[in-house]
């Protein structure tokens, strides 16, 4: 697994729930993406998961189809 994969599935002794934040997620390599997928798909519970990045239709089309189903989408503008 990646170390990221590990750290959602973990869980915490401190805190009731973790946040993983992938910057630039759109960047991921396919295998990367693969990866957390699954986590995507059935997240735990403490775990909330935010995806960034800079293009919108960046992401491969199996993430798209879960952000859809599972997400909710965040449009920023750029800061000036």
Do not use: Y
């Not at 934040?21 to 390599?29: P, S």
């Not at 189809?65 to 997400?71: D, F, P, S, T």
């Amino acid at each position: 697994d990646f170390p990221i994969i590990t750290f959602a599935r973990t869980p915490s002794l401190q805190a009731k729930n973790k946040v993983v934040l992938l910057l630039e997620a759109d960047r991921m390599t396919g295998s990367a993406a693969n990866a957390i997928l699954k986590t995507l798909e059935e997240p735990p519970a403490q775990v909330k998961i935010i995806l960034t990045s800079s293009s919108v239709g960046a992401f491969p089309d199996d993430v798209m189809q879960l952000l859809r189903v599972n997400g909710h989408a965040i449009n920023m503008p750029r800061p000036s």
